[in-house]
């Protein structure tokens, strides 16, 4: 029985992202046609496309997707492709080396395109030497000469070019190259016409074929120089993830380390819950606990902060940082993938991946920008041929100096006494060429990625994780922004300022040990505060069981057969404990000084009140006045008593109409929506802490997260501030105002390099003022437009450095 090879597939349907390496797309319409291809494959619901990065995401809800098939059509298609490799499938320290040769490979590569490009400009502007002086050059003045050079320009570093080009159109995807193979070969065959039929009188113009290569290699010589630049910060990000790991084989019972066999081996290959020694300068290798020893941590990486954070056994240290001072050991929580500094990685790679809506525009243009360019050059040809030269009868004349400064030259090296005669042909072919040569679909693909990439790379570096170009636009588009307030805008850390016995039975210290039982299986801050009260009071707490929670409301449990009952006045109410007015009264003068106040009651009736005060964080004011004076609506919304939000919000200056209390978890995303019904034009944004609020940060227009070291924050939010601090989302906002910016200002150029350049080429100033582009100038100007989009993205660097 012959055995037919398994196929590379995908089974598991929740992983139904597959990511590939793409080469070969050199512009707009190279991206088009590459999504076009994924998505008519089997099985492919969507596909996205990134040019500045070379990386295709697919997605698929198929429980098996043939990915060999995918990527040997997309290879045959003109695109060579493979899979990209996770993390734990490869030996992180080879892939670095590799990628760090294969940017080298391409540096090289880089730098003797550069020179052959230089040379090409040189020399096909060397005509203009026999014009001053009198000095005469008869070699490089010589029509043969300059034959060879097209020649060998377009045999040698120009033909890659114009292979892909033509291979291109016969796809049926036209690109780039496309238009530049049909310009040069179209200036080469008509100087190549004159040359040897000097009978016709036909101009030679050899030095454009030759120009249009120059400047085409030297455009993307510098694109992909400032491209490197731009993804620079993300290759330090990629460096982060350790490829080492010291791993203690058998840590015994007493923990003497010192004796313990250590034996290194990749980091992909540690496993949760083993001992790991890292030394003095090493980077940690999984995210772990610390077990023994005290070191501090440079977390810089993660956070952007450059304070080294003290580390002492039972605390948590990350992948990826360094350790500075002291060997610690440490029992590993989190590995492969799954560490912050991967799903950091991963993150920032999405985000580079998802394009904001405006460049669906640029999109739906660029895949039919290339048809629509080669047209208008053949309209260009067909209206001066036999519309434009009947109507201007001295365009031949006029045009002489301003279409080729060297035709005069030429004329004398055809040895012929046949004059020069500028036909109506050829200035119609010089017009056409230019047209194709000018157009750009290069900058309308690079408008959008380079942005975000360089973006989301700085956002990384200061530790904003910025979920993608589409938070971009949204974040621009912001009216209001909600802050949770527990845990949020204030430390939560709350402290017990109060317990008032209301029973004539109960003392300060029973409530707190009844509170603290009650609480003993919660972790929301006013429970730790509670908890952190007894054992300072250093009392006994009692058992408890049959607890029950009601989130947003109270708890309860069973204590020596007793009911405890501990939370709001509607949770009292809702089991049938009254509250005089006498009580009512102590509630509210608490309330008003903004403490929250929670009851105890058993055997139903009220046993006493607690109250419980959190401070805001130092920061808070100052972000809530910065982000006003930004034009943004800043509200309050609160799961505490109105008295409570409203003393918090008079210390942040916030109006009565800004503050919503008294709402649950359960119903904070129905306030999202109701603000966004509200006003649907107003786009809003939640900040919270990433655990009780993720429902209200998944329904919010944005959602903001202070990372709390959960994968429920990296999830729910499309903006993770790495450092917990508020003033970041000032930070957040500004970088993403600033990138998408940048992204319509790079988009309105590349539109309008086109919208001018084009007409210009086509000969719109012929007629009034004699001016025409020449395909050399025209090449210049389409590599200068890749240039300038690519070059205004890194100009975001300023923003990192003003900030």
């Not at 490869?90 to 391409?106: D, F, M, V």
């Not at 042909?425 to 942005?451: F, H, R």
């Amino acid at each position: 029985m012959q055995l037919v090879p398994k196929k590379n597939t995908v089974k598991n349907p929740a992983a139904n992202k597959i990511t590939l390496d793409v080469e070969g797309m050199k512009c707009a319409g190279c991206v088009k046609a590459v999504e076009k291809q994924l998505t008519r494959f089997p099985g492919v619901d969507n596909a996205c496309v990134n040019l500045a990065t070379g990386v295709a995401v697919v997605d698929s809800e198929e429980f098996t997707l043939d990915i060999d098939g995918l990527v040997k059509e997309l290879t045959t298609a003109g695109f060579p492709s493979k899979p990209r490799k996770a993390p734990g499938e490869t030996n992180s320290a080879q892939a670095l080396k590799e990628a760090k040769e294969k940017k080298q490979r391409e540096m090289q590569s880089a730098r003797k395109q550069l020179i052959v490009a230089l040379l090409l400009l040189v020399f096909s502007g060397i005509g203009h030497l026999g014009n001053i002086g009198g000095l005469r050059l008869p070699l490089l003045q010589n029509i043969w000469f300059h034959f060879g050079l097209a020649t060998l320009a377009i045999l040698i570093p120009g033909r890659p070019i114009l292979i892909d080009g033509w291979l291109g159109l016969r796809r049926n995807a036209p690109n780039m190259n496309t238009l530049v193979t049909l310009g040069t070969l179209s200036a080469y065959v008509a100087s190549v016409t004159a040359l040897l039929l000097p009978q016709l009188g036909w101009e030679c113009f050899f030095d454009e074929p030759v120009m249009i290569l120059g400047f085409i290699l030297l455009g993307r010589t510098l694109e992909k120089r400032a491209r490197n630049r731009a993804s620079a910060a993300f290759q330090e990000l990629l460096s982060l993830r350790p490829s080492i790991a010291r791993l203690i084989a058998k840590p015994n019972g007493d923990n003497d380390t010192q004796k313990a066999e250590i034996v290194e081996i990749p980091a992909e290959q540690v496993h949760i819950g083993e001992w790991l020694q890292v030394l003095p300068g090493d980077k940690i290798p999984v995210d772990g606990e610390v077990v023994e020893g005290k070191t501090a941590i440079n977390e810089s990486m993660l956070t952007g902060e450059s304070a080294p954070v003290p580390k002492q056994p039972g605390n948590s240290v990350s992948a990826g940082t360094i350790n500075q001072s002291g060997t610690i050991i440490i029992q590993a929580t989190r590995t492969g993938n799954d560490t912050t500094v991967a799903q950091i990685v991963g993150l920032v790679e999405t985000a580079q991946i998802r394009k904001a809506p405006v460049q669906r525009l640029a999109d739906t243009v660029a895949g039919y920008f290339t048809y629509g360019v080669i047209t208008t050059a053949l309209l260009t040809f067909v209206f001066w041929y036999f519309i434009g030269s009947g109507i201007w009868h001295d365009i031949a004349s006029s045009t002489v100096l301003t279409s080729s400064p060297h035709s005069q030259h030429f004329s004398g090296y055809l040895h012929s006494s046949t004059p020069i005669h500028f036909s109506p042909i050829l200035i119609s072919l010089k017009l056409a060429i230019a047209v194709m040569v000018v157009a750009c679909p290069c900058a309308l693909g690079l408008a959008t990625p380079t942005a975000i990439l360089v973006g989301t790379a700085i956002g990384a570096e200061r530790g904003l994780l910025i979920k993608g170009g589409d938070v971009l636009e949204k974040v621009h588009q912001l009216k209001t922004i909600v802050f949770d307030k527990t845990g949020t805008l204030t430390t939560g850390l709350p402290n017990v300022t109060e317990c008032i016995p209301i029973s004539k039975q109960s003392t300060a210290d029973s409530l707190i040990e009844l509170a603290a039982a009650v609480e003993s299986g919660s972790q929301h801050p006013l429970a730790k505060a509670i908890l952190n009260s007894a054992v300072e009071r250093k009392l006994s707490v009692p058992a408890a069981n049959d607890f029950h929670t009601e989130p947003g409301f109270g708890v309860s449990a069973v204590i020596q057969n007793t009911t405890i009952l501990l939370g709001s006045w509607e949770w009292l109410n809702l089991n049938g404990i009254n509250i005089d007015e006498r009580i009512q009264k102590q509630i509210n003068t608490l309330a008003e000084t903004g403490k929250t106040v929670v009851g105890i009651a058993k055997n139903g009736e009220i046993d006493g009140l607690i109250a419980v005060q959190d401070t805001l964080r130092e920061d808070a004011s100052s972000t809530v006045e910065k982000l006003r004076s930004l034009g943004l609506r800043v509200m309050l919304l609160s799961g505490d008593t109105q008295e409570a939000a409203f003393a918090v919000a008079e210390q942040l200056g916030l109006e009565s109409n800004d503050v919503i209390a008294g709402i649950p978890p359960a119903k904070k995303a129905a306030v999202i929506e109701s603000l966004q019904n509200s006003h649907p034009e107003s786009l809003v944004a939640m900040v919270g802490d990433g655990i009780n609020d993720a429902p209200a940060l998944s329904q919010a227009d944005v959602g903001i997260s202070l990372h709390s070291g959960t994968d429920v924050a990296m999830e729910a939010a499309e903006i993770v501030l790495m450092r917990d601090e508020l003033k970041d989302v000032v930070e957040a906002i500004g970088l993403s105002r600033a990138t998408f910016n940048k992204i319509r200002q790079n988009l309105f150029w590349a539109f309008a390099y086109n919208v001018v350049g084009i007409p210009l080429a086509a000969g719109i100033l012929l007629p009034s003022l004699g001016f025409i582009l020449n395909p050399g100038g025209a090449a210049a100007l389409m590599a200068f437009s890749s240039v300038s989009v690519v070059t205004n993205s890194l100009l975001l660097r300023r923003f990192a450095s003003h900030s």
